[in-house]
């Protein structure tokens, strides 16, 4: 079976730093996109490369069974889903709805139960690896909902990433990326931490971190947030302000289930103070600046 054809249009809303390169590897994988945008820039680059732009959200709706959603916040995914103009008035039965934003897992369980009336179906998938890894199509995908519609859309998310692990039930991807993002806030710090230290002490950052990347303190985060640090570089892989509301998602969870997180609500902590300084749209790891801020 040719899987162009099976998937036929695929249907893709929210093109901003991670979503454009997703669309556009669906492209260079020679699957047909339908993509709704806003800015203009963005609408030519993704036409030119051989996207067919809507201006309505319907007609996404109406044309694709398989549709990629990757919005800023959980308001923003249950209005396209479920508002007056939402994709749910127009959906064909069986489509699939594939959710890469990061939002509240109670939220996709709502969704997820108001399409299955619909006899369609939603599906969490919440990414990490930042644009790089969106350009390179090598994103980590943590997908929660049912398993025959994992196993069908499969070979789409492979399009998009070289790690796609299935957790289980609704909900289950957007609580994985919960601890992911509480994980990466936290060694961030700690990354921050040990860099001052070095820096106070006199000694080279480049050849600490090189020294510490032959080791068990290895990782991405001191790998290429490091680097950022280093270089005073924080152009926005993925902004202050989405982490923090990826944080403040992280810890509604722990007190819905009872639990005191205290590294997590540092790291929320240390991330509102990132905002509070105008920091909000550089990356997350400008958090580098608050930890140097806090120590003088």
Do not use: W
Request: aromatic fraction near 6%; glycine fraction near 8%.
């Amino acid at each position: 079976m040719d899987p162009k054809k099976y998937y036929n249009e695929i249907g893709f809303i929210g093109l901003g730093i991670m979503g454009k390169p997703m669309v556009l590897n669906l492209l260079k994988a020679k699957y047909k996109v339908t993509f709704f945008a806003r800015k203009k820039n963005i609408i030519n680059e993704v036409s030119a490369c051989g996207g067919k732009y809507v201006d309505k959200i319907s007609d996404i709706a109406k044309n694709c069974k398989y549709i990629f959603l990757n919005l800023p916040n959980s308001d923003d995914v249950e209005n396209v889903v479920m508002g007056k103009k939402g994709l749910i008035k127009n959906l064909k039965n069986n489509s699939t709805i594939i959710d890469m934003s990061t939002i509240a897992p109670q939220v996709t369980k709502k969704i997820s139960k108001e399409l299955i009336n619909k006899k369609c179906f939603f599906i969490d998938a919440p990414v990490s690896g930042g644009e790089i890894g969106a350009i390179n199509g090598n994103l980590s995908i943590m997908v929660g909902g049912g398993k025959r519609i994992f196993n069908r859309i499969k070979p789409l998310l492979s399009i998009l990433g070289s790690n796609i692990t299935y957790v289980g039930e609704s909900g289950s991807g957007q609580i994985t990326k919960a601890c992911n993002q509480i994980l990466a806030a936290g060694t961030m710090i700690a990354v921050s931490e040990i860099l001052l230290l070095a820096k106070k002490s006199k000694c080279d950052l480049k050849l600490v971190k090189k020294a510490l990347m032959g080791g068990f303190a290895n990782s991405k985060v001191l790998d290429l947030h490091g680097e950022r640090m280093i270089t005073n570089n924080y152009r926005p892989g993925f902004k202050a302000s989405l982490h923090f509301k990826d944080l403040d998602i992280a810890m509604n969870l722990a007190s819905d289930l009872g639990l005191k997180l205290v590294n997590a609500k540092y790291s929320k902590k240390i991330m509102k103070q990132a905002i509070n300084d105008n920091h909000g749209n550089k990356d997350s790891s400008i958090i580098n600046k608050i930890i140097q801020k806090n120590n003088k």
